[in-house]
């Protein structure tokens, strides 16, 4: 069973960056594709960008539009979104989740995903 933990949320402005992280444990963590997803209250989670189990495939969501990056570091277990050029419509709750995956696949389905974490809060103000 893999245990997954947000962090670096936070208050931003419109324009500015951040990084948010995905740290793994207790499981095979590199065995696994990760996804980020994001949640308003009263809407669906919404697909955000994923990482294939051995890094060398990403996928990202049609409102991304180059904007965000997500990589993984193994040796830390961890995965990163890297954003950019925030707006007030990136203010979400973000998810990282994560599922055991042949190499080479990532699933933007959050049916498909086994494994939460408990999300980070990301405001961005105007």
Known sequence: QVQLTESGGGLVQAGDSLRLSCAGSGGTFSQHGIG???????????FVAGI????????????????FTV???YSLDTVFLQMGSLKPE???VYYCAAAALLPGKVLVNM????????????????
Do not use: L
């Not at 980020?36 to 919404?46: A, L, N, S, T």
């Not at 294939?52 to 904007?67: C, H, L, P, Q």
């Not at 049916?111 to 105007?126: L, N, R």
């Open 36 to 46: 980020w997803f994001r949640q308003v209250p009263g809407q669906e989670r919404e």
């Open 52 to 67: 294939s189990r051995g890094g060398t495939k990403t996928a990202y969501g049609d409102f991304v539009e180059g904007r």
């Open 71 to 73: 990589s993984r570091e």
């Open 90 to 92: 990136d203010t979400a």
């Open 111 to 126: 049916k498909e995903y086994q494994y939460w974490g408990q999300g980070t809060q990301v405001t961005v103000s105007s």
